[in-house]
């Protein structure tokens, strides 16, 4: 989970393809998860929208570091 944070973090700074792939690796065990509860038929549709919906929250919501 740390690791997930400080990749969205330095994606957040850069906007890497290469961060944001790392993000999608971390969480990849979450999507398939999910993947495997849908039809065949809809799978690569649902991989589509999850992987929107992370980019747009990745974007949206900024993780502000406390240093106390």
Do not use: A, G, P
Request: hydrophobic content about 35%.
């Amino acid at each position: 989970m740390n690791r997930l944070i400080k990749n969205i973090i330095k994606y957040q700074q850069t906007k890497e393809n290469d961060t944001f792939n790392k993000i999608i690796k971390d969480l990849n065990y979450i999507i398939n998860k999910n993947l495997k509860k849908v039809d065949k038929n809809y799978k690569e549709d649902l991989k589509q929208e999850i992987l929107m919906s992370i980019f747009k929250v990745v974007n949206n919501f900024k993780i502000i570091t406390l240093n106390t």
